[in-house]
């Protein structure tokens, strides 16, 4: 994970941006990397709550380049969320943080996902995030 980029205080909260330099993707059906280039735009309401936007491409094991787009909320109290911005490990079941990715495809394989409805729990540990995502039937 790369160092945030503070945009700054806007009207809407402080902006900061964290650009994502890659990672792995695990699962029954779904193996790849995350490849460089993306980033997790963030707006931080409060001490306790924010709204992040991440977009990122990840490419399967097959070969194939999804396009994800990560809209998640997660909140806290102060003094958690003021340890994950420095860095320091929070137990997941302290931090409410959900998510609901949407997918781009551009082949036949996966197109299953841009009609599919993916939920997730992610959590943010010292040097990465790991979310956890499921389809909704």
Excluded at 8 to 37: A, F, K, Y
Excluded at 88 to 105: G, H, L, Q, S
């Amino acid at each position: 994970m790369a160092e945030p980029v503070e945009v700054g205080r806007t009207h809407r909260g402080l902006r900061r941006v964290i650009p994502i330099t890659g990672g792995t993707v695990t699962g029954p059906g779904l193996n790849g990397r995350i490849l460089p280039g993306g980033a997790d735009f963030q707006l931080i309401h409060s001490d306790t709550a924010s709204d992040l936007d991440a977009r990122y491409v990840i490419e399967t094991d097959d070969g194939d380049r999804l396009y994800v787009m990560n809209a998640a909320y997660r909140t806290g109290s102060a003094e958690d969320i003021s340890a994950l911005a420095r860095g320091e490990r929070v137990p997941a079941e302290r931090i409410y943080f959900r998510c609901a990715p949407r997918f781009e495809v551009a082949g036949e394989t996966w197109s299953w996902l841009e009609s599919t409805v993916v939920i997730g729990s992610g959590r943010r540990e010292p040097s990465q995030v790991i979310i956890d995502l499921w389809t909704v039937c």
